[in-house]
């Protein structure tokens, strides 16, 4: 409670700054507030403007507040930079320079970072120790020479008290989510502290570097044979907590249209396989890039896409994939019916609510998605349905689902920057058919029976055990007991497994 106080002055300050740089005016006009709403938000803010951060006034206005704001601000920047369709190609133009052009930190500060880090001199690991080639939120990039290999890499290392940073602004995030809750009570079904919660883990997971490594690593495995997509590989010898060391990437970026069509590149094709990359690592792997957006990736000559930064990589288990992709696929079939089934049955819609209500309150999302020219689709006007779908259902909002549909969204952006007239639905149906085809069809049943017999199998050691205390039990008792009642239900259900686990490795060794 001391620090309550702190916060609402940093909110305050959020909002003072806003005013201050001109990027209230910007944001009530993109988000389309009525003229007396827009009025009134004026009003109120513009005694508090000379509290707010000056920023640096040769940016646009939102790009200048959220520069000064710090980097918790300019994470949400980045995300609204893959949106033209919700804030427009200028502005989206505009906040692209949050993803890898902010001011970088100087070169002989990252020395020291490294030599402190790697516990060597610079000049004794590398030959060559560049500028600052990008810089971001939380991080910045330098090319360097290996001395052992000559071979050229990327050394990417923390900002100075970024740590700090991140806290103050997750604390202040926390305490506006608490705010919410309390002043509107029909939001705590989105349960915001929740959604703060997801992001803070996220964040921590991207100011330690050695975590971005081994995130790197795998997925560079898992994608190895994926045509047409590559992942540099770590240095692990060469990478710490504060400092990351990764092979090369050359190419030129993947928000640069022009350089683009001066390689001859099929923009249209390019934007095709991002998203159906995206959904395939996110449906097969299950592990995908967090953080898609044009800045982290670059295209190389012959139209391979490199992928970097992988300090935001996103997780969902086998069950979550399989109604992902029911609800997808539904989606393409117009088969609403089965997208309100399967949210029943994953628990995603309380089970007191009307199953055909809410097909039907699907059918209104979808069926305009299917009759409408993409260039015309206002993924804004349709998130704002969903939202007043998921409200009158009393859907709750799922923290682990958060990023992946966040990180669609961001791909779904990249995809359209590079060809305004892509359909993500008919991107979407050859990777979502293939996986239902290996996940949920009949080769997926006998896969999930055969491993299910492997872990019933290893009961097998654990039934003599078991018989030997149903045994003792039953002849210390005066009545006569069945073994599922001597050994409990959760003995019994033991002793039925590994009985059905031993009759199937019997049945392979015959």
Do not use: C
Request: proline share 6%; aromatic share 8%.
């Amino acid at each position: 409670m001391l620090r309550a106080p702190l916060n609402l002055w940093r909110l305050i300050r959020t909002g003072a700054t806003f005013e201050r740089t001109g990027a209230m005016a910007v944001v009530l006009e993109k988000m389309n507030v009525p003229p007396r709403l827009r009025f009134a938000a004026r009003v109120l803010g513009w005694p508090f403007k000379f509290l707010g951060l000056r920023g640096d006034p040769d940016l646009p206005p939102l790009t200048r507040a959220l520069t000064a704001l710090g980097p918790a601000y300019i994470k949400f920047g980045q995300t609204l930079a893959t949106r033209p369709d919700v804030v427009g190609p200028e502005l989206a133009d505009q906040l692209r320079y949050l993803q890898d052009k902010l001011p970088p930190f100087p070169r002989s500060t990252a020395i020291e970072v490294v030599t402190e880090e790697l516990g060597q001199p610079v000049t004794e690991l590398f030959t060559e120790f560049s500028e600052p080639v990008a810089a971001a939120s939380i991080a910045q990039v330098h090319w360097a020479i290996k001395a052992e290999t000559g071979k050229k890499v990327a050394v990417k290392v923390l900002r100075p008290k970024i740590e700090r940073a991140f806290l103050r602004d997750v604390e202040a995030f926390y305490f506006a989510a608490s705010l919410i809750e309390a002043l509107l009570p029909k939001t705590r079904r989105l349960r915001p502290r929740d959604v703060i919660a997801h992001f803070e883990s996220v964040v921590e997971g991207e100011l330690d570097l050695r975590l971005e490594a081994a995130s790197a690593a795998e997925f560079a495995a898992n994608t190895d044979g994926d045509a047409g997509f590559s992942v540099p590989r770590p240095v692990w010898h060469l990478s710490s907590r504060r400092v990351m060391t990764l092979g090369w990437a050359e190419g030129v970026p993947m928000g640069d249209n022009a350089a683009l069509d001066a390689l001859g590149i099929d923009r249209a094709e390019l934007g095709t396989r991002v998203l159906s990359l995206f959904l395939r690592h996110a449906l097969r792997d299950g592990f995908f890039h967090g953080d898609m957006h044009q800045g982290n990736m670059k295209v190389t000559a012959s139209a391979e896409i490199i992928a970097f930064d992988f300090g935001i990589m996103g997780r969902i288990d086998s069950f979550t994939r399989r109604a992902y992709a029911e609800i997808l696929f539904g989606f393409i079939r117009k088969d609403y019916r089965r997208v309100a089934e399967v949210h029943f049955e994953a628990g995603y819609v309380p089970p007191d609510r009307d199953i055909d209500e809410f097909a039907r309150a699907l059918r209104a999302v979808g069926e305009p998605i299917f009759g409408m020219d993409a260039r015309h689709i206002s993924m804004a006007r349709l998130l704002a349905y969903l939202f007043e779908v998921t409200e009158r259902f009393g859907m709750e909002t799922r923290t682990e689902l958060i990023l992946l549909q966040r990180t669609m969204v961001v791909v779904e952006g990249v995809a359209r920057s590079l060809n305004p007239e892509i359909n993500m639905w008919h991107v979407a149906r050859p990777v979502v058919e293939e996986y239902i085809r290996e996940s949920i069809g009949p080769k997926a049943l006998a896969r999930d029976l055969t491993e299910s017999a492997r872990i019933l199998a290893r009961f097998g050691p654990h039934l003599p055990h078991l018989f030997e205390e149903a045994l003792i039990a039953r002849a210390n008792r005066p009545e006569k007991a069945s073994p599922a009642r001597t050994l409990g239900p959760a003995g019994a259900a033991l002793l039925g497994a590994g009985l059905v686990g031993l009759g199937v490795a019997l049945g392979a060794l015959l």
